[in-house]
């Protein structure tokens, strides 16, 4: 599995665009990054997954450069309830049994 | 979107009795099902991952005759700590994978129970 590298804690204004980047050097060609996002006392919730280029759902952006050794979690105009843990995991094709392997994430705080 | 419950939210209970902790998708079939711990400010850390039918596979370092997980049907699957002790008192989160979704890393979470021994 591929090992990723977060920072550990970012703060941010309300209504500003936060970008949380995520390396993984060692990705493999079948792997996938997926972020995910966990508010105190609650499992994690799934955000975004993505191959490669760009992707983008109701929640967030996913940017991801051609070499793929490198993911950006984008979330516009952040707001208080976006102050959670974000973690970047990077793995798995079609494998029922492949578990999530979780780094330390990243802190997000949001300020008002 | 799929929903995992866990059952109970919370529990406490005394040293040296044993808690069961319920984990069901509830509108889709999770053939395996995984098992976490997470400590105040840390990661989770995975515990096992639960097969439906089978024996569950554990982590290193992870006690199977503690932790006792039964895998029953598609949907449910139950962790048992045993003889529970104060350092066991941690949030346990359980994960499913729709077997019929796009990749393994598309899971979805509990919402975790929180146990505290005393």
């Known amino acids: 599995l591929a090992k990723t590298t977060q920072p550990i804690s970012m703060d941010s204004y309300e209504g500003q665009e936060v970008n949380i980047t995520c390396s993984h050097n060692n990705i493999a060609t079948n792997d996938y990054i997926t972020w995910y996002q966990q508010f105190p006392s609650q499992g994690p919730r799934f955000i975004i997954q993505g191959y490669k280029t760009k992707v983008t759902n109701e929640v967030a952006s996913l940017f991801i450069p051609a070499d793929r050794k490198s993911s950006t979690l984008s979330l516009p105009r952040v707001s208080l309830s976006d102050t959670a843990v974000y973690y970047c995991?990077?793995?798995?094709?079609?494998?029922?049994?492949?578990?999530?392997?979780f780094g330390k994430g990243t802190r997000l705080s949001v300020i008002a | 979107g799929a929903v995992v419950s866990q059952h109970p939210s919370w529990v406490i209970c005394k040293s040296g009795t044993s808690v069961k902790i319920e984990c069901r998708s509830l509108d889709f079939q999770a053939t395996t099902m995984f098992w976490y711990r997470q400590f105040p400010k840390q990661s989770l850390m995975l515990m096992a991952t639960?097969?439906?039918?089978?024996?569950?596979?554990?982590e290193q370092g992870v006690e199977k005759d503690k932790f006792l997980i039964n895998h029953a049907s598609l949907t449910l699957s139950t962790l048992t700590v045993t003889s529970a002790h104060p350092e066991d008192s941690s949030f346990y989160i359980c994960?499913?994978?729709?077997?019929?979704?796009?990749?393994?890393?598309?899971?979805?979470f509990g919402p975790g129970t929180r146990l505290t021994v005393t």
């Open positions: 995991l990077v793995g798995g094709a079609r494998s029922g049994n492949t578990p999530l392997v």
């Open positions: 994960s499913a994978r729709d077997r019929l979704a796009g990749t393994a890393y598309e899971q979805y």
């Open positions: 639960s097969n439906e039918g089978s024996k569950a596979t554990y």
